[in-house]
DNA sequence: CGACAAGTTGATGTTACTCAAAAGTGGTGG
DNA sequence: CCACCACTTTTGAGTAACATCAACTTGTCG
């Protein structure tokens, strides 16, 4: 049941981690170090409960989780989907209120996000590296979400899983896994999953997307792209060669 | 044309920072330095350009600014509205890539945020905090777009606005001033300017809004709270106490 | 096999968009 | 002071996108 794409080569954290900056090797020893005791969540529980007071900062190791906002009438929309070397909460240190809670997704391994040697060490560039890519894929979900239309939306946000899935070493160049329910992608979406399910019909039937059991293959990426207008996002180490 | 509310009391700018962390005395003499030489921006002028390069983080120091996302056939999202006291592209030190442009509302003055004492500094503190209160904002903008329908988004919004210009003096308990146009609202709102108006129109009928030149009071805001199921966001320094 | 979650389908309702034009607002120069 | 311009706000009528409600089907797992 496991992705066939880990089980060769680093861990995803560590790929996503190393990609952002140079890891001293103490700071990935500790990585390691963490990852021995991280416990197992089940999906749908709870990692970080709404309102629920931040003790550190976590580490995704492995799994998809999601930060999610509850309305009393039963609306939910999820807030931005994480994934593994994602993390969690990275400078709620001093204020004790988490916005939304933070729930599994599907099974998922979390640690305490291991201390940097020191403000400019490898780890500390990557935790801040990793809190700048954030908020440039919370822009672009506020972008989806207030300009795009359903067909859109959904083509945006599996370029985005794509994309990001590739630099843990999780996806193919056309494929990716996708562990969540169209009732998930509809809260993510702002949609309802009735009218997410017609749209990833629609998509099927024009033959730009394979969609069996949790995976995704891409069949016309480009044309996506052109359709929303895609701009990528993450900065990468190697990213100052000219193009 | 100034707002009434900023003719006494110390600047907004150091009412925000200070609410978030003691200064340092030092601290606040290199914001005051600044602010002789920082330059006036007129409205629509883009204070960050889409995908230039950032030099350092920069501080609003008066007027209303925004982070957009412009498509090609025209359509535009505001991603998030800058007050003053807000602080732009606070930690892409690093990376080069800006997310969006930045464009001037109104008229603004912007200075280069002056460096922190050290890393436990006050102003490093309220950097951080900064960011931290940012992010919540977005994530509530996301689920605003994602799960409110045009009339709890805009009260929504309005309840943002009115409460993040309490906090840098800028607004009254029942008023606040708006500098922005209805097509603006709408852009901000993954709205059009012809809905935007209509919802307005509804609100002032239901007697929970007046909206006079640039002046909007809030004839029911707790209505409207509970409305949208509103949470307070700004961690303030004086949060300790109990309720 | 039975039960429960996920996915699918159809019919109908509502929200918000589109297009188009009119009316109000403020600033500028003659 | 008025005429003019550009911009903003407002109004109306028709339409498209998406939601809602309610089944029904498919799969999965014990």
Redesign the interface.
Known sequence: MVSLATLKGPPPYLTRLEGLAPLAPEEVQSLQAVTLRAPVLRARREIVGEGEPVRQPRLLLSGWAA?V?D??NG???I??VLLPGDLIDL??Q??P?A??AVVALTDVRVAPAPNPLG?TSGLA?AY??C??IE??Y??????R???LDAYERLADLFLELHERLRLVGDATDDTFPLPMTQEMLA?T??LTSVHLNRTLQLMRRENVLELHGNTVRMLDADRLRALV?YQS?P?HIQERRSP
């Open positions: 930060r906002r309305f009393a609306r939910r929309q807030l931005h400078w709620q001093q204020k209120v916005v939304g403000p560039q801040v590296s809190g700048e908020q440039r919370l822009f672009r979900q506020i972008a979400l207030g300009r809260d979406l702002g207008e996002v900065t």
